[in-house]
């Protein structure tokens, strides 16, 4: 008898058949059907995704903005209302303590998603950066559900439900879904019950997040897997989540990151805004600026590359990439995500090594069980959707 926590959307888990695993704390879908052919839908069709283990972390008051400067490594204060951003939450060292997306709901309101793992770190350290500012911490998870449409399809799907009655509805005027721009969001009625559509996702592919209360969310889930079927939607789990972001190249924390790792070397130094000012145009403090503002200043002491295999086993975390297949090769490097591409037919991995073997093109190695699997660097992304 496992004691994760169940999302709002298990007993729909259960009736599609779904393989459930124990993820962070959380009883998720593995898979339904298969791992390649809920890969496929999303990349040609569309997939449904339950996220509602995501941490969903209020942020509300007259000094929101100015705390979520302080306490993140963006420049939150200047985001748009309906607006979103990635981010990071950094400990003083400068290592990544969580990487987030922060939406702006209002003048005074923003709600910051945090990686279900890092719920409670998260969470804790966001309530002890919160002294001295105006503004309130509330951890709204367990009262969220989050559904995720992904793929080619999705934006018809979305536009579907829109237009049932009782379906979706836009609460901005003149809004709709396809107007919605790539990280931003809409304030929506769903099923007569308030919620957040944004234009977001964690696949490499066109998609919508829908926010809800959990008690809405199994009738959101009906709603989408019935409209959705006949443009080839499929309920889609964990395993296929993992291989999307791996082809788009996008980090998971636990992986690519990690409180020994920088925004930096992850490549994701853009993140890190040393320009942020107070109100009198001085450098704004907040927490791991000076480690930061460091390892801006210092050379690179390792690099996130992608890795093409150039045989047929594939790459897998904890793996050492070698300077070459020669026998004794040296360790040159650590490889952090690996699997077989369904959509490129390769293996392909992330990887850190040292900044001299990061160039596009460098042949490498990883040792696979014992065996020198041949690699070559490539440039991230490894997959782009058409535009």
């Not at 709204?140 to 995720?148: N, Q």
């Not at 829109?162 to 379906?167: D, S, T, V």
């Not at 209360?213 to 199994?218: D, L, N, T």
């Not at 002491?301 to 904890?318: D, E, M, P, S």
Request: hydrophobic share 45%.
């Amino acid at each position: 008898m496992t004691d994760a926590r169940r999302t709002p959307l298990h007993d729909e888990h259960v009736a599609l058949g779904a393989a459930l695993v124990d993820f962070a704390g959380w009883q998720m879908p593995l898979r339904y059907t298969s791992d390649v052919a809920e890969h496929t839908a999303v990349r040609t069709t569309a997939g449904l995704f339950d996220l509602s283990h995501m941490g969903e972390i209020g942020v509300t008051g007259p000094g929101s903005g100015a705390f979520l400067d302080h306490a993140l490594v963006g420049n939150l204060s200047a985001l748009r209302v309906h607006g979103a951003r990635y981010t990071m939450l950094c400990a003083e060292d400068g290592g990544v303590i969580d990487d987030l997306i922060v939406y702006r709901l209002g003048d005074e309101t923003f709600m910051v998603v945090a990686n279900a793992a890092n719920h409670d770190v998260a969470l804790a350290a966001l309530r002890d950066r919160a002294g001295g500012f105006e503004v309130t911490v509330s951890d709204d998870t367990a009262s969220t559900a989050l559904v995720a449409v992904q793929g080619p399809a999705a934006l018809s799907i979305v536009e579907t439900l829109a237009g049932e009655p009782e379906g979706l509805t836009v609460l901005e005027a003149d809004a709709t879904p396809a107007a919605l721009k790539y990280y931003a969001c809409l304030p929506i009625r769903c099923a007569g019950v308030d919620g957040l559509l944004a234009r977001t996702g964690y696949t490499g592919e066109d998609g919508f997040e829908l926010f809800v209360p959990a008690a809405a969310a199994p009738g959101l889930w009906g709603a989408l897997m019935r409209l959705g079927a006949p443009l080839g939607l499929v309920p889609a789990g964990l395993a296929a989540r993992d291989s999307l972001r791996l082809e788009a190249g996008m980090p998971l924390y636990g992986h690519e990151l990690d409180r020994t790792t920088t925004p930096y070397d992850a490549g994701l130094g853009r993140v890190v805004r040393l320009d942020k000012t107070d109100a009198t145009g001085a450098p704004l403090p907040f927490v791991g600026r000076e480690a930061l503002q460091a390892r801006a200043d210092s050379p690179s002491t390792r690099q996130l590359v992608g890795l093409q295999g150039l045989g047929k086993r594939a790459a897998r975390a904890g793996y050492p990439v070698l300077a070459s297949t020669d026998a004794g090769a040296a360790p040159v490097g650590t490889v952090t995500s690996g699997a077989p591409s369904p959509t490129l037919g390769y293996p392909i991995a992330m990887a850190y090594v040292t900044p001299e073997l990061s160039a596009e093109g460098t042949e490498l190695a990883v040792d696979v069980r014992g065996r020198a699997e041949p690699v070559r660097v490539v440039t991230l992304p490894f997959y782009k959707r058409p535009r």
